[in-house]
C-alpha cells in the first residue's frame, strides 16, 4: 500500500487529537497538514484544546492552517469541525477534488452520501458513484456516525443478521467529551444526570435504520427496524454506556446470543485492515460490566472493541449493556478505519 497524504479540518477539539495520537505511526497515512479557526497560524502545540497529551514532535511544530482547500497539500481529509463549519466546507474540499472523511453529522442523513460502519456496511461506499455524478465533484464525502450509534448498532448487527429485528429501545449514559471541548459545563454536570441532548435521540434512530438498510439501484432503502432512542449526559469523561432492549425476529436464548456477539468478525478483520481490532464486540461475563472507567479502552487497537454485558435473554427479548469509546470508535478510529476499507478499494487514489 502506498502512503497517503492527510489533512485533519479541526484538528485542535477532542477529536483532532484523537486522529493526531491514532496516525502517529500509521503504516498507510501521514499528517500533511492541520486547520482550525481560532487557532490559525499558531503551532498547533499552542492551539490545542483541552487536557491533550503532548503531540509528537513532528506535529508540534506545524502550523495550524486556515480551513481552505487552496491552503491543504493532502491526498484527502478527514472533517472533525464543528456542524455548521462542516456544512459550509465539506462540499468545498470535495469539490476541489477531495475525499472527505467525516465525524460531523452535516451530510450524514443525506441520500447519495454514504454514512459508514465498516464492519456492517461497506458496499454502502457504491454511493460515491452516485455522489460524484450527480454534484459533478471530483472528490466525494463519506460520513461515520454519532458516536452513540456506533455503540447501538455494532452489536446490533449480528442479531440484526442471524434473528432479525423488529424493535430497540436504547438508553444512553453519554460521557461529557461526546459534546467537545469545553463541553457541558462543571456547574450543570458534577454530581448530575441531564436526561435531555440535543438531536441526539433523532440521530440514533435514524442512522441506525440507515446503516443497517440496503444499498439497491444506487440509493439506500432504509431498515425497517423500529428504533427509540433516550439519551442522557452523565458525568464521565469518555466512554458512552447503553441500556439496550432488542425485541428480535424469532425467540433466542442467552447462549446463542453471546456467541453471535462473540464470534462477530466482518471485512476489517478479514482484511486486516490496520485500525481494525481483531474482535469488534468483547463480552463481558461478569455480573458488573463493562464499567466505563475499567472498559472504555477495549480492543486489540486500544477504544475500537465496544464491550458487551449483562446480556439477560427471555424469548425474543435481548437485553444487554453496551460501552464504546466515543472519541475512538464512536469518531477518529471508526472513520480512520473507514477511510483504511476506501483506500484498500482504490477509492483515495
Ligand atoms: N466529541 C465526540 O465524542 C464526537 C464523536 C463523534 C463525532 N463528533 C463530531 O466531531 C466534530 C468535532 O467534535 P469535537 O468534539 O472534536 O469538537 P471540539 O472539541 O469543539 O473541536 C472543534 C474543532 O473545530 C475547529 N473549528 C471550529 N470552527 C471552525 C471553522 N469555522 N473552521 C475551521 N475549524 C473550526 C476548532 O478549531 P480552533 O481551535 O482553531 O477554533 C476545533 O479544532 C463535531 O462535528 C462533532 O459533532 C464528536
Known sequence: MRRYKVAILGATGMVGQHYIKMLKDHPWFKISGLTGKESVGKKYVEA???????????IADMEVLPNDPKHVDADFVFSCLP???????????????????????????EPDIP????????????LIEVQRKNRGWDGYIVTTPNCTTVGLVLPLHPLWKALGLNRVVVTTMQAVSGA?????????ILGNVIPYISGEEHKVE????????????????????????TCTRVPTLDGHMESILAETGRPATAEEVVNLLEEYVSLPQELNLPTAPRRPILVRR?????????????????????????IRVDGNNVRMISLSHNLIRGAAGGTILTAELAAYQGLLD
Open 115 to 126: 454514512l459508514i460502519v465498516p464492519e456492517i456496511n461497506p458496499d454502502h461506499l457504491g
Open 206 to 229: 435514524t442512522e441506525t435504520r440507515k446503516i443497517l438498510g440496503r444499498l439497491e439501484n444506487g440509493a439506500i432503502r432504509y431498515d425497517k427496524t423500529y428504533v427509540l432512542a
Open 286 to 310: 461478569e455480573p458488573d460490566r463493562p464499567q466505563t472507567r475499567i472498559d472504555v479502552d477495549a480492543g486489540s487497537i486500544q477504544g475500537m472493541a465496544v464491550s458487551v454485558g449483562r
Open 48 to 58: 490545542v484544546r483541552g487536557e491533550a497529551p503532548p503531540p509528537p514532535p513532528d
Open 83 to 109: 456542524t455548521e463549519p462542516a456544512r459550509e466546507s465539506e462540499p468545498l474540499f470535495a469539490q476541489a477534488g477531495f475525499p472527505v472523511f467525516s465525524d460531523a453529522s452535516a451530510y450524514r442523513m
Open 180 to 188: 467537545g471541548y469545553p463541553g457541558v459545563a462543571s456547574l450543570s
